[in-house]
């Protein structure tokens, strides 16, 4: 899977992780809510390695890609720890 199709994967987990948080009780939601906050803060430096990783020269190219992989793996553990905290 490119880094592309697996960040957009996992948006759109994080998008039905938020809309779950709505129909959560309270006590649940708030939990959620910091959770998907922190989410989307990864989801956001993952996104914006992949922005540099596509404008990167062939020199910066490994360095960069690598970054990126490793921000969507933390991306991608984040939301699997932040799941099966809320099953």
Do not use: C, H, P
């Not at 809309?19 to 989801?43: C, D, H, T, Y």
Request: no cysteine; charged share 45%; glycine share 4%.
């Amino acid at each position: 899977m490119q880094l592309e199709d697996k960040l957009k994967d996992l948006e759109n987990k994080i998008e039905e992780l938020q809309q779950k948080a709505e129909k959560a009780g309270a006590e649940a939601k708030g939990k959620l809510i910091e959770v998907i906050e922190s989410l989307r803060k990864k989801q956001k430096e993952a996104r914006d390695k992949l922005e540099n990783l596509k404008s990167a020269g062939a020199d910066a190219w490994e360095d960069l890609e690598s970054g990126t992989e490793t921000a969507l793996e933390n991306l991608k553990k984040a939301y699997n720890d932040a799941v099966s905290r809320f099953k």
